[in-house]
């Protein structure tokens, strides 16, 4: 089986369902017996049968104190009329492929590979509940959210959790000021950031490495889509189902992004990441380690709240561009979904959670507790931009940003980003030229979306 990686919190693959399930029961009255399986939105819905449950499992572990913090709400109870919530975190990708495969999914999940769970058809479309539904809809939440949702015609899962602006270059400004940059004059393009990250890098006598610039394959520099938008390139065309990663900026792209591994030394920077924790995503900033970072607007707030003495030094700019592109300021759009599975044994309750995490008061936790922002037209003016370091400048480019992109439509997103990483570090150790890795890279995506029957 193929795997599949999750979107954000990589290193939770190898803590499927460490965290193991829980019952997290509403304590509102029972309601009257349950619809069966139809799907309906919250107005048609009947009420939960006593002892109903929905089964939940998400790819990230850090919305179980959020979880905790709405159990306790009138709202709520109010909303899930009795339901027992079943909620798993820090589930990965080869858990929710098993279990599909073994007939056994949850009733919904959140933060795993969407896209692709639809293309199995694994998934039930839930245009038909939205349709029904006093909650969710399109003039609720801001429209690339909605659109977003959408692929071949179908809405393939609720908008929910957490669906904001994705990339900024994020730096600590402690570290930024100890190696005497001009932090008035933040970098704008690839081989600005390279100098910064120059400056930044740091190694002790014995030539260990001590401190990175910027690893710009971690979070989401890494993206598939960031890396090739920065240069202007359209890698996969989603109407005509054609790759475009032989390209001669992709050629620019291998070349420049090796060069901040071998700056670090690509033993000494493979060294770094082995140790525990600064491998996961983001978690090398977190640990100081790390002094730049391509992120989403989460960053500051996850950093804040989980390393306040780290996140305190936290600033965000625009992320960098290839030189031709230096005038452009890219700014890109993702969205997560309740998703619900075609085998769920309610689908009804499924949905009714999909609702509750557009309510304000779902909006209002998830920010305070993890950081997250999930854009309910209603929630957005209650967002203070200086809540968490570095976040003011988010919710700025929304209004400041002069190029827009949808990411992760391409049903092979997570097995191209695989293979990127692996023929970055070759061309770092110079195994490959920078040519050969883009030529490689294009075809291993023919190759795996020919296996996976996508031609058909």
Same mark, same amino acid.
């Given at each position: 089986?193929?795997?599949?990686?999750?979107? #954000?919190? #990589?290193?939770?693959?190898?803590?499927?369902?460490?965290?193991?399930?829980?019952?997290?029961?509403?304590?509102?009255?029972?309601?009257?017996?349950?619809?069966?399986?139809?799907?309906?939105?919250?107005? +048609?819905?009947?009420?939960?049968?006593?002892?109903?449950?929905?089964?939940?499992?998400?790819?990230?572990?850090?919305?179980?104190? /959020?979880?905790? /913090?709405?159990?306790?709400?009138?709202?709520?109870?109010?909303?899930?009329?009795?339901?027992?919530?079943?909620?798993?975190?820090?589930?990965?990708?080869?858990?929710?492929?098993?279990?599909?495969?073994?007939?056994?999914?949850?009733?919904?999940?959140?933060?795993?590979?969407?896209?692709?769970?639809?293309?199995?058809?694994?998934?039930?479309?839930?245009?038909?509940?939205?349709?029904?539904?006093?909650?969710?809809?399109?003039?609720?939440?801001?429209?690339?959210?909605?659109?977003? =949702?959408?692929?071949?015609?179908?809405?393939?899962?609720?908008?929910?959790?957490?669906?904001?602006?994705? $990339?900024?270059?994020?730096?600590?400004?402690?570290? @930024?000021?100890? @190696?005497?940059?001009?932090?008035?004059?933040?970098?704008?393009?690839?081989?600005?950031?390279?100098? $910064?990250?120059? =400056?930044?890098?740091?190694?002790?006598?014995?030539?260990?490495?001590?401190?990175?610039?910027?690893?710009?394959?971690?979070?989401?520099?890494?993206?598939?889509?960031?890396?090739?938008?920065?240069?202007?390139?359209?890698?996969?065309?989603?109407?005509?189902?054609?790759?475009?990663? +032989?390209?001669?900026?992709?050629?620019?792209?291998?070349?420049?992004?090796?060069?901040?591994?071998?700056?670090?030394?690509?033993?000494?920077?493979?060294?770094?990441?082995?140790?525990?924790?600064?491998?996961?995503?983001?978690?090398?900033?977190?640990?100081?380690?790390?002094?730049?970072?391509?992120?989403?607007?989460?960053?500051?707030?996850?950093?804040?709240?989980?390393?306040?003495?780290?996140?305190?030094?936290?600033?965000?700019?625009?992320?960098?561009?290839?030189?031709?592109?230096? +005038?452009?300021?890219?700014? @890109?759009?993702?969205?997560?979904?309740?998703?619900?599975?075609?085998? =769920?044994?309610?689908?009804?309750?499924?949905? #009714?959670?999909?609702? $509750?995490?557009?309510?304000?008061?779902?909006?209002?936790?998830?920010?305070?507790?993890?950081?997250?922002?999930?854009?309910?037209?209603?929630?957005?003016?209650?967002?203070?931009?200086?809540?968490?370091?570095?976040?003011?400048?988010?919710?700025?480019?929304?209004?400041?940003?002069?190029?827009?992109?949808?990411?992760? %439509?391409?049903?092979?997103? $997570?097995?191209?980003?695989?293979?990127?990483?692996?023929?970055?570090?070759?061309?770092?150790?110079?195994?490959?030229?920078?040519?050969?890795?883009? =030529?490689?890279?294009?075809? %291993?995506?023919?190759?795996?979306? +020919?296996?996976?029957?996508?031609?058909?």
């Amino acid at each position: 089986m193929k795997k599949n990686h999750l979107s #954000r919190r #990589r290193f939770l693959q190898v803590s499927a369902m460490a965290g193991g399930a829980w019952a997290l029961a509403a304590c509102a009255p029972a309601g009257a017996p349950a619809g069966g399986e139809e799907a309906a939105g919250s107005s +048609d819905a009947a009420p939960a049968a006593e002892g109903a449950t929905v089964s939940y499992w998400a790819g990230w572990g850090q919305l179980e104190a /959020a979880i905790n /913090a709405m159990l306790e709400t009138d709202e709520w109870q109010s909303h899930m009329e009795g339901l027992t919530l079943e909620y798993r975190g820090s589930v990965n990708s080869e858990a929710i492929l098993t279990a599909v495969a073994g007939g056994t999914p949850p009733d919904c999940h959140s933060n795993h590979d969407y896209p692709n769970l639809y293309t199995r058809g694994a998934v039930l479309p839930v245009q038909d509940m939205v349709e029904s539904s006093d909650i969710v809809n399109k003039d609720m939440m801001l429209q690339w959210t909605w659109d977003y =949702a959408f692929f071949g015609g179908d809405m393939i899962g609720v908008p929910g959790i957490e669906s904001y602006v994705q $990339w900024g270059l994020n730096y600590n400004i402690d570290a @930024a000021e100890k @190696a005497e940059l001009d932090v008035e004059n933040l970098p704008v393009t690839w081989a600005e950031a390279l100098e $910064w990250h120059k =400056a930044m890098t740091i190694k002790d006598d014995a030539g260990n490495l001590i401190q990175l610039g910027l690893d710009p394959n971690d979070a989401m520099g890494g993206d598939v889509d960031f890396q090739t938008s920065s240069y202007g390139i359209q890698w996969y065309d989603e109407d005509t189902r054609e790759f475009h990663l +032989d390209d001669e900026r992709m050629v620019d792209i291998f070349a420049t992004t090796s060069e901040f591994i071998k700056i670090a030394g690509p033993d000494q920077f493979a060294g770094m990441r082995q140790v525990q924790g600064n491998g996961a995503w983001g978690a090398a900033f977190e640990a100081g380690v790390q002094t730049m970072i391509i992120e989403g607007y989460w960053h500051p707030g996850e950093t804040m709240i989980a390393k306040p003495e780290i996140g305190q030094y936290n600033r965000a700019t625009w992320s960098p561009v290839s030189e031709d592109r230096r +005038d452009v300021k890219m700014q @890109a759009v993702n969205a997560h979904f309740v998703q619900i599975f075609k085998e =769920a044994k309610n689908p009804t309750g499924a949905f #009714r959670l999909g609702e $509750w995490f557009n309510t304000v008061t779902a909006c209002d936790i998830i920010f305070k507790e993890v950081g997250w922002i999930h854009p309910v037209k209603e929630f957005i003016p209650m967002i203070d931009p200086n809540a968490f370091p570095g976040l003011d400048f988010y919710v700025q480019s929304e209004q400041e940003a002069t190029e827009w992109h949808l990411l992760r %439509r391409c049903p092979i997103h $997570w097995f191209v980003k695989d293979q990127w990483d692996a023929l970055r570090d070759q061309v770092a150790r110079e195994e490959v030229t920078p040519e050969e890795a883009a =030529a490689q890279l294009n075809q %291993r995506a023919l190759d795996e979306w +020919d296996a996976q029957g996508l031609s058909m």
